[in-house]
């Protein structure tokens, strides 16, 4: 065994220690066996033991407190989800940053650093994977260097084979949780995706130039020219952090909701390209009203013919057709054999999608979410199991989470109406609908 390898071996026991550490703790607590207010009592230190060892791990681990935020994996009682996910939701704000002197080499040697007059060394964002500082090019353009951990793919490797052991130990005899290797097949594609810059840039290339000059959406452009394997750097673009949204007016919390709405779901529904990563961090507020969106990490893209499935399963969903949702299921092989019953199957999606699937005024709130979220982790018992397409769960996960922050904002609007533009389409039903088609039209 060469020298890299034992290294491995080292930094995945010495990660996997902690995890277990945190889990184990979990199961002599005994959450999920003692009644309601032990029970939750248990959770609440359980959760603050999982933030601070997940918060202090880049990588996987910390992307595992991140989606154990936003997906009810059973983790604890239903009773004490709420606390459990809002205390792991800190996670998504809070990441250790590495000192400028560590990342400066990868600086150096993935991008021409002699093309900027000045970097600063204070990280002015850190995430799971890497950490952002603002610069300025020799030209004088004001950007932003996204810029990889270091050895941040061991990290990512030793964390990916400890989270098996680790959801066994914690779940403990909980029945109704999901299989722990579904869990780890996502995060797996997920972070994986996140470590490709130069897809990011590209896909994030191709995002700038569609909303270019769009009247209340702004993509950063990147700068390939100056990017690298595991740097980023793109325009800079001012504005406020979205918690800031929190305390403003009705009126402008709905306004930014929809925007949120059209940014994520409409690029599924309307474009087959999205972000699948919602979260409070990648998205700012303009001085100009505009909302910008960071981090394309995650950017997906359908085809034509999953995209016609969606938009057919939402009719069908919305229109109570329930045979219909079935045959459609069939006809992609998510159904084998006999199949879940049509009604059960259609309350189903309908309480996976509580916001797009009745004409009406919603107003969305953090339990609206954590209940749709829970049901979509539930799918009707069939024999084989249901199988959704990849890109059908992961389009359903992205507006989960865009939902989680128009929860933040205390929104409120017919979301059916909006969606109908891009699944019926329909003539746009909001002043903003009306500007996104104006910009459009004369594009």
Known sequence: MGSDDHAERATRLRRGARLGAAAARHAVDGVGGRGADMDDRAAIRAAGRLVAVLGDMRGAAMKLGQTLATVDLGLVP?????????????????????????????????????????????????????????????????????????????????????????????????????????????????????????????????????YAGHPFIRVPAPLPQLSGRRVLVTEYCPGERFGTLASAPEAERNRAAEIVHRFYVGGIFRDGEFCGDPHPGNVLVCDDGRLAFLDYGLYKRLGRDDVAFQRDCFRAAAERRADDL???????????????????????????????????????????????????????????????????TFSRRAEVLAFGLVARLDATADWHRICREWVYGDAPSTVLGREHERWAAAR
């Open 326 to 392: 079935l045959a459609m299921l069939r006809g992609v092989g998510a159904v084998t054999g006999r199949g879940p019953d049509p009604a059960r199957l259609l309350e189903y999606f309908r309480a996976a999608g509580p916001w797009h699937l009745d004409d009406h005024i919603l107003h969305i709130d953090a339990e609206t979410v954590r209940r749709a979220a829970a049901a979509a982790t539930r799918p009707p018992e069939s024999e084989p199991p249901l199988v959704l397409p990849a890109g059908h």
């Open 78 to 210: 239903p009773h004490a989800q709420p606390e459990f996910a809002a205390r792991l939701a800190e996670l998504t704000d809070r990441a250790p940053a590495a000192a400028f002197e560590d990342v400066l080499p990868i600086l150096e040697e993935d991008c021409p650093i002699s093309a900027f007059a000045d970097i600063d060394p204070e990280p002015f964002a850190a995430a799971s994977i890497g950490q952002v500082h603002r610069g300025r090019t020799r030209d004088g353009r004001e950007v932003v260097l996204k810029v990889q951990y270091p050895d941040i793919e061991t990290l990512i490797r030793a964390d990916l084979k400890n989270l098996a052991l680790f959801l066994r130990l914690w779940r403990g005899r909980r029945a109704e949780l999901l299989r722990a290797e579904e869990v780890l097949a996502e995060i797996n594609a997920t972070i994986l995706c996140e470590l490709d810059y130069p897809a990011e840039c590209a896909a994030q290339e191709s995002a700038a130039r569609r």
